[in-house]
């Protein structure tokens, strides 16, 4: 960044770079441009996006429109002034309140509060508390916020070392007496995080909440301002020491859900209510107004007991989502390469072809543990109800029950920072920790209402979607 | 019309923002089906509107003012019309390319350069009307220019955008929105500040709509097109009379807002005369006085009769109600006696600028919205107490009251949008936004936005208009409309038939007709800009015959002129059986052949209908006679021999 903001002519590149540079203007110059038309443009050069072509000059008119002329079209061009952009969230001192909660929020990037970028046309994040309540004032009747940015990086950058940095830092939070710990996170991979997280902070005090917006701050409608605030709420006020994922129940702005850590995946890639839990029922409905909890079966808030931080990792672990006609020399590579734990996607209740079975014969006998869970994500791998199951399980392809696939990949990675033991590695992977493998599905814990049928459209129809 | 001006001396300016949605067959950022609108909806969404800062870092007046209004908006919706990107629920999708084509060709119409690189920017709107906040637009054009009357009109920009919702109900802090339309291409021209008297906005509205239908590529009907008028008088500043439905409001609309803004700059004066310069000046202190007035004999300032509508009398539903309770609340304008009923626009006085901002802003919009000391109740009861709220604020002579009530936390922002709204008098006439009415006056609507609610956005990239598409569209550019008029008028078209055929795309029937059938022009025009008229008056599809069928037919009636006669029986076959054969059916019809014996039948109908009366008029059995005729020759035989020949018998019978 520092970089680029030094740069003169900040994105152009090639025939633009050049124009500009003969031309003697540059980014933020207020100029007066008169094109081969002999249109008369007045406004302000902006910086061009890097992966934009270099035949264009971006300019933002007084009316507020950008425009881009063609660098062979420009005529004439007069710089009248300068007037460099600062683009800022109205910062505020966040106030201090002794009778509320104290609340932590850690960033690693995403969306909650956020501003342009001129150099690549994105958003970037934007943080500080100050920020913050200048954005999203109401923050400030629930606590007092403390912000501390780890990383700012999109979710898909999230990673093994970032997990452990957050845990670490979840750890002291607690210890500096922390109310309550929101972590502000890109959705695309917050399951993961939620997961992984699950299993290095055990025995939290105090709730631990993920949480993250569809649509980016910078927009009137975001989801962004009302998660944050409900994920405050439930990080100050909320019962569930556990780490949970807040993000809207309906795509309406009316409620928030918690979800478990162990059990919540993205289900739409644009959706505001694309968090589901799977397999279950979310834990507590939060809104404005406060909680509405749907099941008493959590780690409840207590302030005396000793979080267990665990940040042992091995990431040479990988799901292998089966697809017909799989080639077994995929199973070979990932042994060759020195994996050593494969999460099967399988098909159904947990399986994959014949001719994959020798190759998943030689990782294991090479010390590869190997475990199964379902691509249907709802359901259970019961091996044993076909022959084809049953031969895997001889092979010694361990079924994860109803562990979803990114929960179990993100476990086995965990099990395998603390022991390579096969036995101890099913053990462990077999023993849940929060719920990651559940005994029972209660039958609501499985609906995909179908559109289209009479009897659900009604209900659709009737209620705030 | 009352208060004549001389709109030069005022220094009156005007210029459009002209409104019209292209005719696509999907949407301009997802492929949903462009024009299908419903009445019914199969699911709802709740959602709330947030401002965020532009480009530049500031945030726009506008937003904060819609923000402060804290609606509550659900958007209605159908599977038939809409898909997750009009729920705010999925990214845009590429733009329509056919959009652009044709927003470029609306462009070279106008006489506009044609941008290189066309970006896409949100511009906010916070009311909801647009469920992601904002709406997507861009520039296509600069710089065109229309004749007009001897001079030109500028064209300052036309830019591609989508359509927004449709409003169906706006009550208290509930707002609900049908998003059927929303999405659908639109362009929109801006003019210059270039018109100079109200009937000139309205022949300037009906100009542009003239070229942009000259292409055939844009939609017409009800809400297929609308206009934004700005009204500036010297002294005033830029109103804006927001989605005018018809051209012929236009002349009243800007006549009253001249009016307005006048008087606004007198009332200006007025104050400034009282001593009120800035901020401070302004002494406008209000407090709940709820308390006082529970017992009040006055119905409205109850909480009971505030709860239920008065229209209906239904009960206010939670999203519809502030926050707080029920609270009312008395504000005292120190020095401000008599500015209220300050005349505004006909009809309407200064109160009603105030009652403008406290319904929309506040959301308090129980009429009267609000009571004024210069406009109260005159029965004796609400006198006293109009004399006790007085006392209890310390009003003196010279002060005036207004008294609002509702949701607690709405009687606050009334009354700061009351003493918001003194200040910019002080000042002049603000910068609005205004919803027009069929008599000529015009209601607050918002607070006129600027570049601040900008923002460029970062889901769409820039969409590159090479020359060679721009020189492409260029080449299969219509005919200019005012080349063709000259062209209709020189055969003797009337214009307003010249105009009816530019606006509802007859005239490119004309021209194809003329072409290839070798049609006279003047006969084609007043056929397709008059003739068929009445029957798509009486509901004979007649739009649904293609342009071949047309110059079959106008083949006809080269070879055959007399068929011509029965122009209207050949149409309406034609709608009936639109596969039948032509040349068939002109055979069949016997058209173009005298039938033989013709004059013999006519001399047997002359017979058979001798008059009853001996005294009966000639001419009136002549008209019959030619009737009858008619009904069995038309198109076979010219009326004017029929006609010769009928004369002819009824002269033999007299011999």
Same mark, same amino acid.
């Given at each position: ?54 035949? %264009? ?201 918690? %979800? ?16 589901? $839990? ?39 672990? $990988? ?56 691509? $249907? ?44 033991? %096969? ?11 929060? %719920? ?19 009897? $659900? ?9 | ?23 696509? =067959? ?109 709406? !997507? ?6 710089? @065109? ?78 809400? =297929?097109? !609308? ?123 200064? =109160? ?116 060679? !598409? ?123 052949? =005298? ?31 030619? @009737? ?28």
């Amino acid at each position: 960044m520092s970089e680029s903001t030094s740069d003169p002519l900040k994105g152009y590149k090639g025939r633009a770079r050049a124009r500009l540079q003969e031309l003697g203007i540059r980014v933020w110059s207020d100029v007066r441009m008169v094109n081969s038309a002999g249109s008369l443009f007045e406004g302000v050069v902006l910086p061009r996006s890097e992966s934009f072509d270099d035949l %264009h000059i971006v300019l933002k008119l007084k009316n507020g429109y950008n425009i881009g002329i063609h660098v062979d079209r420009v005529a004439s061009v007069e710089e009248i002034g300068y007037k460099e952009a600062v683009y800022k969230i109205p910062e505020q001192e966040f106030p201090s309140r002794p009778d509320l909660p104290n609340v932590t929020l850690l960033g690693t990037g995403g969306t909650i509060a956020s501003r342009l970028d001129y150099r690549t046309g994105a958003v970037i994040p934007a943080f500080t508390p100050g920020e913050l309540y200048g954005a999203v004032p109401e923050l400030a009747d629930i606590c007092n916020l403390t912000t501390k940015k780890l990383f700012g990086v999109f979710s898909e950058n999230m990673g093994w070392p970032e997990y452990v940095t957050l845990a670490e830092n979840i750890e002291r939070e607690i210890a500096d007496g922390a109310d309550g710990i929101v972590i502000g996170h890109g959705t695309d991979t917050m399951g993961h995080t939620a997961a992984v997280l699950s299993f290095m902070v055990q025995d939290s005090p105090v709730p631990v909440v993920v949480v993250g917006s569809q649509r980016s701050s910078d927009r009137p409608s975001s989801d962004a301002a009302l998660n944050l605030i409900h994920a405050i709420r439930t990080a100050a006020y909320g019962d569930i020491a556990e780490v949970q994922i807040c993000m809207f129940g309906p795509t309406s702005d009316r409620y928030g859900l918690l %979800h478990r850590g162990t059990r919540c995946r993205k289900m739409h890639s644009s959706y505001r209510s694309t968090f589901r $839990t799977i397999g279950d029922i979310p834990l507590c409905i939060v809104s404005r107004d406060g909680f509405s909890s749907l099941t008493d079966d959590y780690l409840h808030r207590d302030a005396s007991r000793r979080v267990r931080i665990d940040t042992v990792y091995d990431d040479r672990v $990988t799901i292998l989502y089966y697809y017909p006609g799989m080639r077994p020399n995929l199973v070979d590579a990932l042994v060759e390469k020195g994996y050593r734990g494969i999460v099967i996607a399988g098909t159904g209740l947990g399986h994959v072809n014949t001719p994959l079975y020798p190759a998943l014969e030689r990782a294991i006998d090479a010390g590869v543990h190997v475990v199964m869970t379902v691509q $249907t994500l709802w359901g259970f791998a019961q091996m044993y109800v076909y022959e084809t199951g049953r031969d895997l399980l001889d092979i010694g392809v361990v079924p994860l029950d109803n562990m979803l696939p990114e929960t179990a990949l993100m476990k086995l990675g965990w099990v395998l920072g603390h022991t390579d033991d %096969h036995e101890k590695v099913i053990e462990m992977m077999r023993t849940p920790i929060n %719920h990651e493998i559940t005994e029972r599905e209660p039958h609501n814990g499985y609906l995909i209402l179908q559109g289209g049928l009479p009897e $659900t459209d009604e209900f659709v129809s009737s209620h705030w979607k | 019309m009352p208060d004549a001006i001389d709109y030069s001396e005022v220094g009156l300016r005007v210029g459009l923002e002209v409104h019209q949605q292209l005719l696509t =067959a999907k949407k301009m950022f997802c492929n949903c089906p462009a024009g299908i609108y419903t009445r019914e909806h199969d699911g709802s969404v709740l959602r709330h509107m947030r401002p965020t800062l532009s480009e530049l870092g500031e945030y726009d007046g506008t937003a904060l003012m819609e923000f402060k209004t804290r609606k509550n908006i659900v958007y209605l919706l159908h599977t038939s019309n809409v898909c997750t990107y009009e729920m705010d629920d999925t990214p845009p999708f590429l733009m329509n390319p056919q959009a652009l084509d044709i927003a470029i060709e609306q462009c070279l119409m106008l006489g506009c350069d044609i941008i290189d690189e066309v970006h896409i920017a949100r511009k906010q709107y916070l009311d909801g009307s647009i469920p992601t906040g904002f709406q !997507r637009t861009a520039i296509v054009g600069v710089e @065109g220019r229309l004749p007009f009357h001897g001079r030109e009109i500028t064209i300052t920009q036309v830019s591609v955008e989508e359509d927004s919702c449709r409003e169906v109900s706006d009550r208290g802090h509930l707002i609900v929105w049908r998003t059927d339309r929303l999405g659908m291409p639109l362009i929109e021209t801006v003019t210059g500040p270039d018109l100079r008297t109200p009937d000139e906005v309205e022949e300037a509205i009906l100009l542009v709509g003239r070229v942009c239908r000259s292409t055939g590529h844009v939609r017409v009907g009800l809400g =297929a097109s !609308r206009q934004d008028i700005n009204v500036s008088v010297r002294g005033g500043r830029r109103v804006e009379i927001k989605g005018v439905p018809r051209a012929g409001w236009a002349p009243g609309l800007v006549h009253c807002e001249a009016v307005r803004q006048i008087n606004l700059l007198n009332l200006r004066d007025e104050l400034r005369g009282r001593g009120f310069r800035e901020s401070d000046d302004l002494g406008i202190e209000h407090r709940d006085v709820t308390e006082l007035v529970a017992d009040s004999p006055m119905d409205l300032l109850r909480a009971g009769s505030w709860e239920r509508y008065l229209d209906n009398g239904d009960q206010r539903s939670d999203l519809e109600r502030g926050s707080g309770p029920f609270c009312v609340r008395a504000v005292r304008l120190p020095g401000l006696g008599d500015t209220l009923s300050w005349p505004t626009q006909p009809n309407r006085s200064f =109160a009603d600028e105030l009652r403008g901002r406290v319904r929309v802003i506040a959301g308090l919009d129980q009429p009267p919205a609000l009571l004024h000391s210069e406009d109260w109740p005159r029965e004796a009861s609400a006198t006293n107490e109009l004399d006790r709220l007085r006392r209890t604020l310390g009003c003196s002579s010279e002060d005036g009251l207004v008294v609002v009530w509702g949701a607690e936390e709405d009687t606050l922002t009334a009354a700061e949008e009351i003493r918001l709204r003194f200040l910019d008098a002080v000042d002049g006439v603000p910068n609005e936004t205004r919803q027009p009415f069929a008599d000529g006056s015009t209601d607050f609507e918002r607070i006129l936005p600027g570049p601040d609610r900008m923002y460029p956005d970062t889901d769409s990239p820039p969409q590159r208009v090479t020359r060679e !598409r721009v020189e492409g569209l260029q080449a299969s550019l219509p005919e200019l409309p005012w080349s063709r008029e000259a062209r209709y008028t020189e055969v003797g078209v009337p214009t307003p038939v010249i105009h009816y055929l530019i606006r509802r795309g007859g005239a490119r029937l004309v021209d194809a007709v003329v072409e290839l059938s070798g049609a006279d022009l003047r006969r084609a025009c007043f056929f397709f800009g008059e003739r068929l008229k009445g029957l798509r008056r009486a509901g004979v599809a007649v739009d649904e015959i293609s342009d071949e069928r047309w110059c079959e037919l106008f083949a006809v009636f080269d070879s055959r002129p007399v068929a011509w006669e029965a122009w209207q029986s050949l149409v309406e076959r034609l709608v009936d059986h639109p596969d039948i054969d032509l040349q068939n059916l002109v055979e069949e019809m016997g058209l173009g052949r =005298a039938p033989d014996g013709w004059r013999e039948r006519v001399a047997g109908l002359a017979a058979e209908l001798r008059p009853v009366h001996p005294d009966g008029s000639e001419d009136q059995r002549r008209r019959f006679l030619m @009737g009858r005729a008619m009904s069995e020759l038309r198109g076979r035989v010219s009326s004017t021999e029929v006609d010769a020949e009928i004369r002819s018998r009824i002269g033999a019978e007299h011999e």
